[in-house]
């Protein structure tokens, strides 16, 4: 996740609630650090399939529940050629198996034992599944990636960043 500046919306429906103004602009306030963030989520992307790494940062977005990554990520997904189908399953990945590969499906468990941390710590299993999957280079990218969207997603939801502003392609 990364912010764009256009802060204003698009003229909505009278029945729909009204849109929430960002608790803060933090990339604004904190530059270096938003700056730094940008530069860590560009080395972790790095070699990785846009495709899954999208629905990497879909995912770990869905579990934080951080509205402003989730509308970003999505239209990232659409936009890497990701079908709405296989965007829609996600939140339930495991009963949806089907819709995935074997590496996919490696990542997405890898994706929710680093973000939720239910154990205190990414069972063995998972890792082993991922490590069968991903080179170690690969493995690691991997890794960042997951780390960083959930740092990015700690922004957004403290900072109750406004969702439904994003264009496909307007943080790189």
Known sequence: MT??????APEAPAEYAPEHAPRLLWAEHAPEVYKAMVRL?????????PKLLELVKVRASQLNHC?????????????AGESV??????????????????KELA???????????????????VYAQAAAHFEEPELAQLIAAITVINAWNRFGVTCRMTPGHYQPGGHR
């Open 3 to 8: 912010t764009t500046t256009d802060h204003t």
């Open 41 to 49: 989520d560009a080395a972790a992307r790095r070699g990785t399939d």
């Open 67 to 79: 509205a402003f990554c989730l509308d970003m990520h999505t239209k990232d997904a659409l936009a």
């Open 85 to 102: 189908e296989r965007i829609i399953q996600l939140s339930a990945w495991e009963e949806s198996a089907h819709f995935y590969t074997e």
């Open 107 to 125: 990542a997405i468990a890898l994706t929710e034992a680093v973000t939720v941390l239910t154990d205190g710590f990414v069972p063995d299993e």
